[in-house]
């Protein structure tokens, strides 16, 4: 008897690790033939076909992690979505070609466009403080930030960093937008704190 997505979440968030490598085999298909298409179809700009795929299992990772059963949103409707918003943004970051922390971090505010650290913190010209530091310090403070945020305020985190609007994170999570705005700045102060501190 196949079991389908939903009980399968369940064992997951029960800590079954079987569960979670049963997902991750049903979706690892589309997972390569959608980083196939992108790959085939647009200048990989350095990347590798693996890298794609690897972010798309990510992509999935973060749909397991944050995924809230609801009538109207569908699990693999929401995993689709995260999977395809995660290469898309891979593809996008390494097109521009900067590798720097402060343009490549964690995508958290305003008008729905992306922008790095720099609009967290401030402007980095003025704060030599959070001047360049290099990706094993980034993984540090992201890894901090997330140890200081609560369940929800994580849920919308990894949905912002993968790519969705606020109207989309609020209708996923059941949420009105005023809230996710609320949440995203709690989370934009209490990363301020982190870097502060250190």
Sequence with gaps: MEINDYELL??????????????????KPFIISYAKKLFSS???F????????????LG?????????????????????TCIENRINTMI??????KHKLLNESVSLEGGEEDFGLEKVVGDSTSNP?????????????LQKLKDKL????????????SGFRYKEIADILDKDVKAIDNTIGRIKNKLK????KD
Excluded at 60 to 80: G, H, M, N, P, R
Excluded at 193 to 196: A, C, G, K, R
């Design 10 to 27: 369940s064992y997951v968030h029960e800590g079954n690790e079987e569960a979670c490598n049963l997902l991750f085999q049903k979706y």
């Design 42 to 44: 647009r200048e990989p």
């Design 46 to 57: 350095g990347l590798e076909l693996n890298d794609l795929i690897q972010e798309g299992m």
């Design 60 to 80: 999935l990772y973060v749909a397991i992690q944050s995924f809230q059963e609801k009538k109207d949103v569908k699990f693999y409707t929401y995993a689709k």
């Design 92 to 97: 996008t970051k390494a097109r521009r070609q």
């Design 129 to 141: 403080e959070y001047m360049i530091i290099d990706q094993e310090e980034q993984i540090i403070l």
């Design 150 to 161: 609560s369940d929800f305020e994580e849920q919308v985190f990894e949905l912002k960093k």
């Design 193 to 196: 704190l982190i870097m502060e």
